[in-house]
DNA sequence: ATGGTAGCATCGCTA
């Protein structure tokens, strides 16, 4: 089963894009965030010719996650789920696919620690473990993916001494992300790749810092103990953020036996 | 210290 997460940045500015990187890579699970669109405005019956079910959890304007699937798209839950605080955002999607609990995240970026959006990025990591909890047990199969806007360790940083005081890379946020491992989900690219350097799945449009390799890996497939020894393999495809109107994510691919 | 780019409901905000 291969499982993709992608933060697509406008599924309306990509799709020519994703259609083409789907028919080439057929993932038989996509997790898409920041689709940027409203749900009666996602394009469910191009992916439907596809051959996928969909499910898409939008606002318009900005945030909107998809989970795309071919091998069943069951219990969808939009938002976190039971009696968990709702996020006013469109920010998480959830559902089985193939077995696996899939939670398709979209992480607040934080913009900067004394700003209240980091406030709230570290309360939407918390209630994501909430969901966590509410909807799975450590022994199930679980994925939790998406764009975490965390880079978890300084080896997924291109130079930590520009990230001094930053988000993505701060303490409080690194804490929560291992608070979701010590439940039982474990950085997939991460166990397959561990000694994997200047591996990034985000690059800033601005200053040519991809081809300058000023990236980050902030993009995580997170799967829980059982998955673990299915993966065959994991690789970020840079190929993706090349070329004409890019993405400025880079597809994270997981393949599991 | 700033700006650089891209996407959006665009002339300001979000990333």
């Given at each position: 089963?291969?499982?993709?997460?992608?933060?697509?940045?406008?599924?309306?500015?990509?799709?020519?894009?994703?259609e083409?990187?789907?028919?080439?890579?057929?993932?038989?699970?996509?997790?898409?965030?920041?689709?940027?669109?409203?749900?009666?405005?996602?394009?469910?019956?191009?992916?439907?010719?596809?051959?996928?079910?969909?499910?898409?959890?939008?606002?318009?304007?900005?945030?909107?996650?998809?989970?795309?699937?071919?091998?069943?798209l069951?219990?969808?839950?939009?938002?976190?789920?039971?009696?968990?605080?709702?996020?006013?955002?469109?920010?998480?999607?959830?559902?089985?696919?193939?077995?696996?609990?899939?939670?398709?995240?979209?992480?607040?970026?934080g913009?900067?620690?004394?700003?209240?959006?980091?406030?709230?990025?570290?309360?939407?990591?918390?209630?994501?473990?909430?969901?966590?909890?509410?909807?799975?047990?450590?022994?199930?199969?679980?994925?939790?993916?998406?764009?975490?806007?965390?880079?978890?360790?300084d080896?997924?940083?291109y130079?930590?001494?520009?990230?001094?005081?930053?988000?993505?890379?701060?303490?409080?946020?690194?804490?929560?992300?291992?608070?979701?491992?010590?439940?039982?989900?474990?950085?997939?690219?991460?166990?397959?790749?561990?000694?994997?350097?200047?591996?990034?799945?985000?690059?800033?449009?601005?200053?040519?810092?991809?081809?300058?390799?000023?990236?980050?890996?902030?993009?995580?497939?997170?799967?829980?103990?059982?998955?673990?020894?299915?993966?065959?393999?994991?690789?970020?495809?840079?190929?993706?953020?090349?070329?004409?109107?890019?993405?400025?994510?880079?597809?994270?691919?997981?393949?599991?036996?």
């Amino acid at each position: 089963m291969r499982v993709v997460t992608w933060n697509v940045n406008s599924l309306r500015a990509r799709l020519e894009r994703v259609e083409e990187w789907v028919a080439e890579v057929q993932p038989d699970v996509l997790c898409m965030q920041e689709t940027k669109l409203a749900d009666d405005a996602f394009p469910a019956l191009t992916f439907e010719a596809m051959g996928y079910e969909c499910a898409h959890y939008g606002q318009g304007q900005w945030n909107g996650v998809a989970i795309l699937s071919k091998v069943g798209l069951d219990d969808v839950v939009a938002n976190f789920a039971g009696d968990i605080e709702p996020d006013p955002d469109a920010r998480i999607l959830t559902a089985t696919c193939g077995g696996v609990r899939i939670s398709c995240c979209y992480v607040p970026n934080g913009r900067s620690l004394d700003d209240d959006h980091y406030t709230y990025k570290l309360s939407w990591l918390d209630r994501l473990l909430a969901h966590l909890e509410h909807e799975s047990d450590p022994g199930d199969d679980v994925i939790v993916t998406g764009d975490f806007n965390i880079a978890p360790t300084d080896a997924d940083v291109y130079d930590i001494r520009k990230f001094a005081n930053a988000t993505h890379v701060s303490a409080p946020e690194r804490d929560r992300l291992q608070t979701l491992c010590d439940w039982g989900l474990v950085d997939l690219f991460r166990h397959q790749h561990p000694d994997a350097d200047k591996v990034y799945s985000w690059w800033d449009y601005r200053g040519g810092d991809f081809h300058q390799g000023r990236g980050l890996r902030i993009d995580l497939v997170l799967g829980s103990a059982s998955l673990v020894d299915r993966v065959e393999w994991a690789v970020v495809d840079r190929n993706a953020r090349k070329g004409k109107q890019p993405s400025d994510h880079a597809p994270v691919i997981v393949d599991l036996a």
